[in-house]
Each structure stands twice: as C-alpha cells, then as structure tokens.
C-alpha cells in the first residue's frame, strides 16, 4: 500500500520555525514535493526535490525561509520553515511522482498525503 505520511504542523507565532516530515512507504518515489491548501483556494506549490537532490525549485513566496531535502534511506522528506508569516497557514501536503523531473503542476504528482496542518498567529 503506498503512503505518504506528513507530521510536524502545529501552532507558531510569527517569526517562528516549523519542521514539517513525510514518511513514504510502498513504492520508490522519485521527485518530492510540498504543496500547500487554504479553505477555498487551489492547491499552491511550495517546494520540490528529485530523487538526488541535485534538482530543487521554490515558490516564490517561500524562497530564502524554507528549506526542502530529503532522505532516500529513510523514505523520508521535510520542509524546514522559518521567518514564518500568517500567509503561511495552511494545510501542507506531500506529494510524489512515479518521474524524477520536478514539476510545479499539482496534477503532474501521482501520491499524496493528507497533509499536516499549520498555523501561524501574527
């Protein structure tokens, strides 16, 4: 059974750092990505990685606060956040592709997990 698993939301004030996890199991997964979900809105990309690391994208409005890597050992993907804003909450999701290209398109990932909640008070 494939699973993405995603831990580490919370409550934060402004300012703050959060570590978000995901633990993938069931099959190899390849490129990585968070995407992020607010009540009403599509979901919006935040970062992605391939399989070696060797390929990383951001959104704009994350670039230079958070920080995507992953560990193929340990099936495991995370998102260092810092400097965090009220426009960082959401519900963030893990997302995987069966292709090593990392992509921005929500619909281009195959898996997903339910995402892990995050609230940023100002």
């Known amino acids: 059974q494939v699973q993405l698993i995603e831990s580490g939301g919370g409550l934060v004030q402004a300012g703050g750092s959060l570590r978000l996890s995901c633990v993938a199991s069931?099959?190899?997964?390849?490129?990585m990505a968070w995407f992020r979900q607010t009540p009403g809105k599509e979901r919006e990309f935040v970062a992605a990685i391939n399989r070696s690391g060797s390929s990383i994208s951001y959104s704009d409005s994350v670039k230079g606060r958070f920080a995507i890597n992953r560990d193929n050992a340990r099936s495991t993907v995370s998102l260092q956040m810092n400097s965090l804003k009220p426009e960082d909450t959401a519900v963030y999701h893990c997302?995987?592709?069966?292709?090593?290209?990392?992509?921005?398109?929500?619909?281009?990932?195959?898996?997903w997990g339910r995402g892990t909640e995050v609230t940023v008070s100002s």
């Open positions: 997302a995987g592709r069966r292709s090593d290209i990392i992509r921005r398109d929500s619909d281009a990932y195959d898996y």
């Open positions: 069931g099959r190899t997964f390849y490129a």
